[in-house]
Every structure is written in structure tokens, then in C-alpha cells.
């Protein structure tokens, strides 16, 4: 209770940085190590929970939010790796959570191949590796189109499991006292697909963020009434449920090729010029 509170006066007064992890409480360090699958969680027919467990109970895994992990198993048949945004926080110490889409085809793979796995697996982990830094504060870096500037607004537009990549920034920014707004539009083809939503909710309940989910399916879920915006992803929608472009308004895009193609042609055409796919 007491650190409880100590931490708390302390990000109040910003004595410390609640996104970022100091370097000797990190566990990747950019080489090949292990960690074990601790237990997985069916959200869906194709998505999964996964927790994994570090073999520095005492360490946090060490991303920072925006980065990246990559995994393979070395008694898998096809040398594979994967890539994928931890959602768990990044203070998190001893265990980290992934959420993994399993694509199903004929020939084998490595996303589907993991969620087959048993309690108590080993799988080789590194990282990490960077897709975006969020410093905090409305401080955020992209390297791959040279940002590294603040913004009041971020926007969001996420497609089903892909909600990954952003998880942690939603998170990060609804529960360290950073003012930064967020605007989400989360976007799949039915409610199943609508990951994560206990979590969304409740910070859309606390006025943390301001979120919509939209479903591509226009029917209602068979028992269930779902009073969000339906159909195809248009301007419109975009232009509603996202902040205004500006100098201070930055979007951020995640999903299959083809959305994210889609969704920035809109975008531009409703003439949002700070957009980074992510």
C-alpha cells in the first residue's frame, strides 16, 4: 500500500517516467533468450491470449510502448518467426502478454502453430524492435517517417486483432495521468472480432479515451443489439469519430493491407496529413 502510494506521488509530480523502464530492470537486451508459455485464453475463433512467463522473475520484459517482440520455436519444423506488440503493461514484472491471431491455412505456420502449444513451452524470444516510441506526454517518434515531434489529438483506426499495436499506448496514456487525447475507431467484421472490449470499455467509461467500434457485418449479433455505426468504413465515419486534422493531430493506422491502403486514401481525402501506418 505504502508503494502503492509512493508511486503515485511520484508520477503526480513527474519524479519518475511511467513510460519507460530503467535498463537494469529489463529483460531483452537484443539477443536470442527464452521465455515459457504460462497459460493461453481462446477470445475468438482465430485470436488468442497468451501469457509467457521470463526467466528474471525480478525483471520486466522491456519494451517500451510501440515496440516489439519477435518469437519462434525451435522445435517447430519450419524455421518461423513471428512479431508481436506485447498488450501487457510495460511495468509488468516476471510476465508479459501477447495477443495472437492464428491465420489458418493449408501449408503450415507459425501463428497458428503457437496456439497449439502446451502450458510449460519453451519458445525463443528477442527484441525489441520498434514500430513507434511513445515518450508520454503527447511525445511520440516514428522513425520510418522521421516524427518525433507532440501532438494534443492521436486518432486511431484499428481492424480486429490488430487493436495489438495500440493497446499499450491506450493504456499508457488512460492510466499515467497524460492528458493526450485519444480518439479510437475500432473496426471489424463481427463482435467476436471486437477484441479487448472489458478493457476499452471501462476506459471509455472513466472518459479516458473516446472510442467507437464499427462492424463491416450490418446485421445485429444473433441475441445481441449493437448500437455502433455499420457497414463499410467511409469518410464519413472517419471524419466523425477521430480528431480534426491539424498541426496537433496525429492517426495512427493498424490492420490487413488491404485496410490500411483503404484507410489512408480516405484519410488524405478528407485531408488528415500527419498519418502513420503502422
Same mark, same amino acid.
Given at each position: ?14 519524479? *519518475?517516467?511511467?513510460?519507460? $523502464? ?20 481462446? &477470445?475468438?475463433?482465430?485470436?488468442? &491470449?497468451?501469457?509467457? /512467463? !521470463? ?9 517500451? @510502448?510501440?515496440?516489439? @517482440? ?7 519444423? !519450419? ?40 502450458? =510449460?513451452?519453451?519458445?525463443? $524470444? ?13 511525445? @511520440?517518434? $516514428? ?10 489529438? !492521436? ?9 495489438? /499495436?495500440?493497446?499499450?499506448? !491506450? ?10 487525447? $485519444? ?17 476499452? *470499455? ?6 479516458? @479515451? ?20 455499420? =457497414? ?22 493498424? =490492420? ?20 502513420? *501506418?503502422?
Amino acid at each position: 500500500m505504502f508503494q502503492s502510494l509512493l508511486y503515485q506521488f511520484k508520477l503526480r509530480f513527474k519524479m *519518475i517516467n511511467p513510460f519507460d $523502464i530503467k535498463q537494469e530492470f529489463k529483460f531483452l537486451n537484443n539477443t536470442q533468450q527464452q521465455c515459457t508459455l504460462h497459460s493461453k485464453q481462446q &477470445l475468438n475463433q482465430s485470436t488468442y &491470449l497468451m501469457k509467457f /512467463a !521470463i526467466s528474471q522473475q525480478d525483471k520486466c520484459l522491456g519494451t517500451r @510502448i510501440g515496440q516489439y @517482440i519477435s518469437l519462434n520455436d525451435p522445435k517447430f519444423d !519450419i524455421n518461423t518467426t513471428r512479431y508481436y506488440c506485447p498488450i501487457s503493461r510495460i511495468d509488468d514484472v516476471g510476465m508479459f502478454d501477447l495477443l495472437v491471431h492464428a491465420v489458418y491455412a493449408e501449408n503450415k505456420n507459425f501463428s497458428t502453430h503457437i496456439t497449439t502449444l502446451n502450458d =510449460g513451452h519453451i519458445l525463443n $524470444i528477442n527484441g525489441p524492435f520498434t514500430n513507434y516510441l511513445y515518450h508520454g506526454y503527447g511525445s @511520440i517518434e $516514428i522513425p520510418k517517417y522521421n516524427i518525433n515531434s507532440n501532438y494534443q489529438y !492521436i486518432g486511431i483506426v484499428a481492424e480486429s486483432s490488430a487493436i495489438a /499495436a495500440f493497446f499499450q499506448l !491506450i493504456e499508457g496514456i488512460a492510466t499515467n495521468g497524460d492528458n493526450t487525447h $485519444i480518439g479510437l475507431l475500432y473496426v471489424a467484421d463481427t463482435l467476436d472480432e471486437l477484441v479487448l472490449m472489458e478493457e476499452l *470499455i471501462w476506459y471509455m467509461e472513466e472518459k479516458k @479515451i473516446n472510442a467507437t467500434f464499427m462492424l463491416r457485418n450490418e446485421q445485429d449479433p444473433v441475441g445481441k443489439v449493437f448500437s455502433g455505426p455499420k =457497414g463499410q468504413l467511409k469518410p464519413i465515419y472517419l471524419e466523425q469519430y477521430l480528431p480534426q486534422p491539424n498541426d496537433q493531430t496525429l492517426i495512427l493506422v493498424c =490492420g490487413s493491407r488491404a485496410f490500411k491502403k483503404e484507410t489512408k486514401q480516405q484519410l488524405e481525402y478528407i485531408h488528415h496529413q500527419n498519418i502513420a *501506418i503502422i
